[in-house]
């Protein structure tokens, strides 16, 4: 399906250097993009914490991070203080942390939410709902979905009207 440079010894390693190579990488969706090979390289770029999402389609490199005096250490610990922070929620969201009093000397450099929620996602010990608006945490070992989640709010009351169980 591709052909490449003796210089690339897999379709993967093209993509991580094609990636890493720019400060700020976009997805414009080509169809090299849409492959199995692609999503699979990003996705691992994003768990290691090497690209973040910071909108639709488009994520900053832990070259222009470094190049920002950001490095990966200062990531990982606030995935981790995100961890040790939400550890008894078994579920939780940015905002709803943030109002719980979590703060974090990572948030001063003012990203967007999906930066941060994206961090959090990397967290091996931490599940996700991706929703419109926020990704919804889990920290328990249980597989996390939209279901349970709803059994979770229903199982902590007995009864609530619609906008508290919007709210929650």
């Not at 093209?14 to 700020?24: G, K, V």
């Not at 997805?27 to 973040?52: C, G």
């Not at 939410?113 to 419109?132: G, K, N, V």
Request: hydrophobic share 40%.
């Amino acid at each position: 399906m591709f052909i490449l440079n003796k210089k690339y010894s897999s379709i993967e390693q093209y993509f991580l250097e094609h990636i890493l190579e720019q400060d700020i990488f976009h997805n414009t969706r080509l169809p090299a993009y849409q492959t199995s090979s692609f999503t699979a390289t990003l996705y691992e770029l994003e768990k290691s914490l090497d690209a973040i999402r910071i909108d639709r389609d488009l994520y900053i490199t832990s070259k222009r991070l470094n190049a920002s005096g950001l490095r990966k250490e200062k990531l990982v610990e606030y995935r981790d203080a995100v961890f040790a922070f939400a550890a008894q929620m078994e579920y939780f969201t940015l905002p709803q942390i943030r109002l719980a009093g979590f703060n974090h000397p990572l948030e001063e450099y003012s990203f967007n939410d999906t930066f941060y929620e994206r961090i959090i996602w990397s967290h091996p010990e931490i599940r996700s709902i991706h929703m419109a608006s926020h990704i919804i945490f889990n920290t328990s070992s249980s597989e996390a979905n939209f279901t349970s989640f709803i059994h979770y709010i229903m199982s902590k009351s007995i009864q609530m009207d619609l906008y508290t169980f919007i709210q929650k």
